[in-house]
Structures are given as structure tokens and as C-alpha cells.
């Protein structure tokens, strides 16, 4: 079982940034693509970020130029820089490591943009 926790995540004014972080617990954790989801009230989970083990990055096209996913396999993290944040990127953040059939998910980690 892995294990994944999300941190980093707060209160932020409209155009200012936040760090999120996750920390994975498995030894074999460069072979795992990473993701980051997002979730905000009465809507669906969405996928916002990706970074594959070969450090092939995705995003989704509301976030495109303003996040950044990254991972450190020696750290076994993966990370997410947000930039221009905006009140619409409000929402619960989670980490999610999939490989093959294996699927493992964060608690997650609020954030909020607001005035």
C-alpha cells in the first residue's frame, strides 16, 4: 500500500502563487505517474496536472502557463507550482500515483483564492 500526502495549500489572494507538495511512501516511486486532481464544490474531480515517470508533463487547459508539475524521485515527491492564481482554481488538490493497476490517492489539501 502506498501511501501519499498532500501539503501546502492555504488561503491565497487572486494573481498570487502557492507550492503544493505530495510525498509518497513508495520505494518504487519513479515508475509511477503522478497526478494532481482538483475538486471544487458541486463539481466533478478534474484532472489538473501530470508528470510521467520519463518527466512528460501535461496540463489541463485552464492551468496551461500558470502551473508547473514537477517530482524528485530521490525525494519521492512531486510538486506543483501555481502562478496568476485565480478564485476558479479554488478547490480540494490531490495527489493521485498510478502504475498499471495500482491506483492510490492523497487525503488532499485545501485551496482557496480569494480577497
Known amino acids: 500500500q502506498v501511501q501519499l500526502v498532500e501539503s501546502g495549500g492555504g488561503l491565497v489572494q487572486p494573481g498570487g502563487s502557492l507550492r503544493l507538495s505530495c510525498k509518497a511512501s513508495?520505494?518504487?516511486?519513479?515508475?509511477?505517474?503522478m497526478n494532481w486532481y482538483r475538486q471544487a464544490p458541486g463539481k466533478q474531480r478534474e484532472l489538473v496536472a501530470r508528470?510521467?515517470?520519463?518527466?512528460?508533463?501535461t496540463y489541463a487547459d485552464v492551468v496551461e502557463g500558470r502551473f508547473t508539475v514537477s517530482r524528485d524521485n530521490t525525494r519521492k515527491t512531486v510538486d506543483l507550482q501555481m502562478n496568476s492564481l485565480r478564485p476558479e482554481d479554488t478547490a480540494i488538490y490531490y495527489c493521485?500515483?498510478?502504475?498499471?493497476?495500482?491506483?492510490?490517492w492523497g487525503q488532499g489539501t485545501q485551496v482557496t483564492v480569494s480577497s
Open positions: 493521485n500515483g498510478v502504475r498499471g493497476r495500482e491506483d492510490y
Open positions: 513508495a520505494d518504487d516511486f519513479y515508475a509511477y505517474v
Open positions: 508528470i510521467s515517470f520519463s518527466l512528460i508533463t
